[in-house]
């Protein structure tokens, strides 16, 4: 399994902006599938975003569509997540995973490692 380490949560205004980064141990990363999910307090883990191994194909949960963007660089083994606009009910714990999936429907790979967690506080 490849190792992920996530970074760049912290706590920001409602209305501001955050970048999240998750940095990859294997050069395999550029086949990979990658995802950000999110967990906030008492509800399921959710997939917010996801992009193809060659950046070509993306996925945004309604939620979130319009206000993030999920973006990667394949050199430098790490997938972003740009968050804009934030709101209250983003404030959650923010986990990247990788999956083997090669296709283009992002958001029904099977996500098979993951990264520890990364805390997004948005205040009013």
């Known amino acids: 399994q490849v190792q992920l380490v996530e970074s760049g949560g912290g706590l920001v205004q409602a209305g501001g902006s955050l970048r999240l980064s998750c940095a990859a141990s294997?050069?395999?990363?550029?086949?990979?599938?990658m995802g950000w999910f999110r967990q906030a307090p008492g509800k399921e883990r959710e997939l917010i975003a996801a992009?193809?191994?060659?950046?070509?194909?993306?996925y945004f949960a309604d939620s979130v569509k319009g206000r993030f963007t999920i973006s990667r660089d394949n050199a430098k083994m790490t997938v972003y997540l740009q968050m804009n606009s934030l709101k209250l009910e983003d404030t959650a714990v923010y986990y990247c995973?990788?999956?083997?999936?090669?296709?283009?429907?992002?958001?029904?790979?099977?996500?098979?490692?993951w990264g520890q967690g990364t805390q997004v506080t948005v205040s009013s």
């Open positions: 992009i193809r191994w060659s950046g070509g194909m993306t």
């Open positions: 294997e050069r395999t990363f550029r086949t990979y599938t």
């Open positions: 995973a990788a999956s083997g999936y090669y296709g283009d429907y992002v958001e029904g790979a099977d996500f098979g490692s």
